[in-house]
């Protein structure tokens, strides 16, 4: 396990852009770019998001399209373990299983390929944001669908306020802030 990094909370407080009324009126879009744009506050979130699952036999990371990609990613190198896409539907390329969630208005689904993980498989479902849980929750069932485990979830941050962690009731949730 590596040190906690005690002024890590402040520097991503700090650093992450909120932006009114995008995508749409109402919603606050929480802009990470700040934190991937700074090469010391990229590594330290990085190695935070990792830090709860060394020595837990995570053999796959799974990263939600499309910012869970760009963190899902580098937690992979540093967990040692293979990354896995889950994308929207239509995306990639070979026979998929598919995960449909519900939105505010209609329904939204998340795609893995079919032969993606085996039954040995120790997976930690990767996101930027937690926000109702429905996504991370469609990307756990794929995940058990598939055969593999689910060894837990991690998150940049999590919005309190929308109780995504109910439903995220089958794994452990790590989230490096809380609003
Ligand atoms: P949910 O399924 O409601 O938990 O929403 C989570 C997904 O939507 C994640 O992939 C997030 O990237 C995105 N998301 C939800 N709310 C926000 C927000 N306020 N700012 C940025 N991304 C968000």
């Known amino acids: 396990m590596t ?8 520097r991503l407080l700090a650093a992450i852009r909120d932006v009114p009324d995008f995508p749409k009126p109402g919603i ?21 998001l990792a830090a709860p699952f060394v020595g837990r036999g995570v053999t ?10 760009l963190l899902g990613a580098p937690v992979a190198r540093v967990l040692k373990a293979g990354l896995i ?4 539907a239509g995306k990639l390329p070979w026979t998929t299983q598919r995960e449909s969630y519900d939105l ?3 329904t939204d689904a998340l795609e893995v390929h079919a032969d993606a993980f085996s039954n040995a498989a120790r997976v930690l479902i990767v996101d ?3 926000a109702t849980g429905g996504t991370a929750a469609a990307a756990a069932r794929l ?16 919005l309190g ?19």
């Open 3 to 10: 040190h906690p990094d005690p002024g890590l909370k402040a």
């Open 28 to 48: 606050v879009f929480k802009d990470i770019t700040p934190v991937l744009a700074d090469p010391a506050l990229f590594g330290a979130t990085i190695d935070a």
């Open 60 to 69: 796959h990371v799974a990263a939600i399209e499309s910012r869970g990609f």
């Open 85 to 88: 896409p889950m994308r929207k």
């Open 104 to 106: 505010e208005y209609g």
């Open 128 to 130: 930027d944001v937690l």
């Open 143 to 158: 995940t058990r669908r598939c055969g593999a485990h689910v060894e837990g979830f991690a998150f940049l941050m999590t």
């Open 161 to 179: 306020f929308l109780e995504g962690r109910a439903r995220l009731d089958m794994a452990p949730v790590e989230s490096l802030l809380d609003y």
